[in-house]
């Protein structure tokens, strides 16, 4: 079976992947059909940023729908740390958008690397602006945007996943740095989200106590955290 | 467990074991109902928020996305997560007004570029090509009625086409 077969067949072709050569020629075609739905997008794309930038703000609109719901979860929601905070920088982004698109260059890497970067930077400015309670820090922020100014973008999706990747990394990372039974409770019930009395019982505790260890556990983050209160 | 937990600052015990004090207890109580109610708690939200990120409600995108490309004023909405609840009432109420505007401009923006992208407009012309034959004396009205058909199918298309269902 050619590489072309395999494509225009995949959803039949599940037997083949028994065989030796089926399973190669599976990856293959699977990874054809995701290039060729990437150039595709990415063609998709460029059209619209062609009518964007000659004033059609309803190219814009479809855009902004595409890429948005992405880069609110992936970046902006685990950076800022709370959907309120993740809204407004992804209103902000959008104006941002809006009033530079005429700047923006077609490169061939898609539009999501360049709308990614705008979104950096207005995180970076609402951390700056105001202290809240945020797993990144200035200069976490101020990092990534130099790697997406310096590093060759990739590809839309692969990049989301990265940022998820990341966000769940600073997650560990932070609970590294307190008590493990803090963690363990922090895990558990926060992250988890299993009910409060399962979690008390595998601690060993009963509720009222879990409920207590929860409350140290969670200071003791804050703390790592090096929380500012706005007060 | 030297140190009577009473002087201890609730934040501050770093033993998970110590017995808690009056203080702890009311704080642990408060986090307590916070994670069941879902009113949570800004540390408890950042680690959600970074571990398992909930997506966008699909409607609230689509009310920005309307906003900015209308160029409607935008929502504060991390001042409003920290107003008084009489205050979000109000403001939700005319927010809920503002997003509904929004979303219908930014439809009707929508489907008339995607209209007059897709489908060009008909656009007054001679009726010349109405008719093979010139009319002779007397047959005003055939001429009119035909014309007024022909007429009345360009205005039907245009507004299909505007209303993006051609």
Same mark, same amino acid.
């Given at each position: 079976?050619? &590489? +072309?077969? /395999? $494509?225009?067949?995949?959803?039949?072709?599940?037997? @083949?992947? #028994?065989?030796? !050569?089926?399973?190669?020629? =599976?990856?293959?075609?699977?990874?054809?059909?995701?290039?060729? &739905? +990437?150039? /595709? $997008?990415?063609?998709?794309?460029?059209?619209?940023? @062609?009518? #964007?930038?000659? !004033?059609?703000?309803?190219? =814009?609109?479809?855009?902004?729908?595409?890429?948005?719901?992405?880069?609110?979860? /992936?970046?902006?929601?685990?950076?800022?740390?709370?959907? @309120?905070? #993740?809204?407004?920088?992804?209103?902000?982004?959008?104006?941002?958008?809006?009033?530079?698109?005429?700047?923006?260059?077609?490169?061939?890497?898609?539009?999501?690397?360049?709308?990614?970067?705008?979104?950096?930077?207005?995180?970076?400015?609402?951390?700056?602006?105001?202290?809240?309670?945020?797993?990144?820090?200035?200069?976490?922020?101020?990092?990534?945007?130099?790697?997406?100014?310096?590093?060759?973008?990739?590809?839309?999706?692969?990049?989301?996943?990265?940022?998820?990747?990341?966000?769940?990394?600073?997650?560990?990372?932070?609970?590294?740095?307190?008590?493990?039974?803090?963690?363990?409770?922090?895990?558990?019930?926060?992250?988890?989200?299993?009910?409060?009395?399962?979690?008390?019982?595998?601690?060993?505790?009963?509720?009222?106590?879990?409920?207590?260890?929860?409350?140290?556990?969670?200071?003791?983050?804050?703390?790592?955290?090096?929380?500012?209160?706005?007060? | 467990?030297?140190?009577?937990?009473?002087?201890?600052?609730?934040?501050?015990?770093?033993?998970?074991?110590?017995?808690?004090?009056?203080?702890?207890?009311?704080?642990?109580?408060?986090?307590?109902?916070?994670?069941?109610?879902?009113?949570?708690?800004?540390?408890?939200?950042?680690?959600?928020?970074?571990?398992?990120?909930?997506?966008?409600?699909?409607?609230?995108?689509?009310?920005?996305?309307?906003?900015?490309?209308?160029?409607?004023?935008?929502?504060?909405?991390?001042?409003?997560?920290?107003?008084?609840?009489?205050?979000?009432?109000?403001?939700?109420?005319?927010?809920?007004?503002?997003?509904?505007?929004?979303?219908?401009?930014?439809?009707?923006?929508?489907?008339?570029?995607?209209?007059?992208?897709?489908?060009?407009?008909?656009?007054?012309?001679?009726?010349?090509?109405?008719?093979?034959?010139?009319?002779?004396?007397?047959?005003?009205?055939?001429?009119?009625?035909?014309?007024?058909?022909?007429?009345?199918?360009?205005?039907?298309?245009?507004?299909?086409?505007?209303?993006?269902?051609?």
């Amino acid at each position: 079976m050619t &590489e +072309r077969d /395999a $494509s225009a067949d995949l959803p039949d072709a599940a037997p @083949a992947a #028994a065989t030796g !050569g089926g399973v190669v020629d =599976l990856e293959a075609a699977r990874r054809k059909r995701a290039e060729a &739905e +990437r150039s /595709a $997008s990415d063609e998709a794309d460029r059209g619209l940023v @062609a009518r #964007a930038q000659a !004033g059609d703000r309803a190219a =814009l609109g479809e855009l902004l729908h595409k890429h948005g719901p992405v880069l609110y979860r /992936a970046v902006l929601l685990p950076r800022l740390g709370s959907d @309120a905070a #993740a809204k407004d920088a992804l209103s902000e982004t959008y104006a941002k958008v809006v009033a530079n698109i005429g700047r923006f260059t077609w490169q061939n890497v898609g539009f999501y690397p360049w709308l990614r970067t705008v979104a950096l930077r207005v995180a970076l400015d609402q951390l700056r602006g105001r202290k809240r309670v945020a797993l990144w820090e200035e200069e976490d922020l101020a990092r990534e945007l130099d790697a997406a100014s310096t590093t060759t973008p990739i590809d839309d999706r692969l990049s989301a996943q990265r940022d998820l990747d990341d966000a769940k990394k600073k997650v560990d990372a932070a609970l590294e740095k307190i008590n493990p039974r803090y963690a363990n409770a922090i895990r558990m019930r926060v992250l988890e989200e299993r009910p409060r009395d399962e979690v008390a019982a595998e601690l060993g505790v009963t509720p009222a106590t879990f409920d207590v260890l929860l409350h140290r556990a969670i200071h003791a983050l804050k703390k790592t955290l090096e929380v500012k209160s706005d007060g | 467990m030297a140190e009577d937990p009473k002087n201890k600052d609730p934040g501050l015990v770093d033993d998970p074991d110590a017995p808690p004090s009056e203080e702890e207890r009311a704080a642990a109580e408060r986090l307590r109902v916070s994670l069941e109610t879902g009113d949570g708690d800004p540390v408890v939200t950042a680690l959600r928020a970074a571990h398992a990120p909930e997506p966008i409600d699909a409607t609230e995108h689509a009310a920005i996305v309307a906003r900015v490309v209308t160029g409607a004023p935008r929502r504060a909405y991390a001042s409003m997560a920290d107003a008084p609840r009489s205050t979000k009432v109000l403001r939700l109420s005319l927010g809920g007004a503002g997003v509904a505007i929004a979303i219908a401009a930014g439809v009707l923006l929508f489907l008339q570029s995607k209209a007059d992208h897709e489908h060009p407009l008909a656009r007054a012309r001679t009726t010349q090509p109405l008719f093979s034959e010139p009319f002779k004396a007397g047959e005003a009205s055939a001429r009119i009625d035909r014309i007024a058909v022909a007429r009345a199918a360009d205005f039907r298309d245009n507004r299909f086409a505007k209303w993006g269902v051609r």
